[in-house]
């Protein structure tokens, strides 16, 4: 079974400065997607953005972008000048089959003015 | 442009009524269709998934039922709920067009008091 661990629970950072959110994966399969889910306090789940395991690429969203280590299993979200409506909790989500998604307990995030 | 709606937003039940929860996708055809839950604080959990009208899979053994009598509505539903059914539920859609997004719906709050 595929297991998703953040073991930040909480994360505070200034606004305008970078933070970074730790995820680690644990599966056996070589095809793979991986996701970074915010879901601020209106609990709306919005996609931040997602990765293809087999692209060696980092995907990139404008300030949002991603350090994937295949090797290490790791899969880490920056956020680049970090704004007020940054604030919410963060989702690293692991799916093989599509639409089913194996979830983090996420990281509560948030930017102090 | 493709939605999703959900309803109620909140539900307080007595522990033993039933339940139904509804979700419905307007704007797409043949979307995939999923239940997910959200304990307090913690990450989302697969209930239920469709492929296709009457197809149900589910992920966990529960209390819970889905149902999908139309191509874009599936239902969720309990003929006698629990104190562990608490919890915050999303109905999720997607497509081989939406290349392995999910997009969620805005949740129902369920209590059961």
């Known amino acids: 079974a595929q297991t998703v661990t953040q073991s930040q629970p909480e994360m505070s950072v200034q606004e305008a400065e970078t933070v970074t959110l730790s995820c680690t994966y644990d599966?056996?399969?070589?095809?793979?997607?991986l996701f970074w889910y915010k879901q601020p306090p209106s609990r709306q789940m919005i996609l931040v953005i997602r990765?293809?395991?087999?692209?060696?690429q980092n995907a990139t969203e404008n300030r949002f972008s991603v350090n994937f280590q295949k090797a290490a299993k790791s899969f880490s979200l920056k956020i680049s000048d970090s704004q007020l409506g940054d604030t919410a909790m963060y989702f690293c989500?692991?799916?093989?089959?599509?639409?089913?998604?194996?979830f983090g307990q996420g990281t509560i995030l948030t930017v102090h003015p | 442009s493709q939605t999703i709606h959900q309803w109620p937003a909140t539900l307080v039940q007595p522990v033993g009524s039933p339940l139904s929860l509804e979700c419905t996708v307007e704007?797409?055809?043949?979307?995939?269709l999923y239940w997910y839950r959200q304990a307090a604080g913690r990450g989302l959990q697969l209930l239920f998934y469709?492929?296709?009208?009457?197809?149900i899979s589910s992920e966990v053994p529960q209390n819970l039922s889905a149902s999908r009598p139309q191509d874009r509505q599936f239902i969720l539903s309990s003929k006698k709920l629990l104190l562990s059914d608490s919890g915050f539920y999303l109905c999720?859609?997607?497509?081989?067009?939406?290349?392995?997004?999910?997009?969620f719906g805005s949740g129902t709050q369920l209590s059961v008091l």
């Open positions: 999720a859609w997607g497509t081989l067009r939406t290349n392995e997004k999910l997009f």
């Open positions: 990765q293809e395991a087999y692209k060696q």
């Open positions: 989500a692991f799916s093989t089959s599509y639409g089913k998604l194996t």
């Open positions: 599966t056996s399969e070589s095809n793979y997607y």
């Open positions: 704007g797409t055809s043949n979307p995939n």
């Open positions: 469709s492929v296709g009208i009457g197809q």
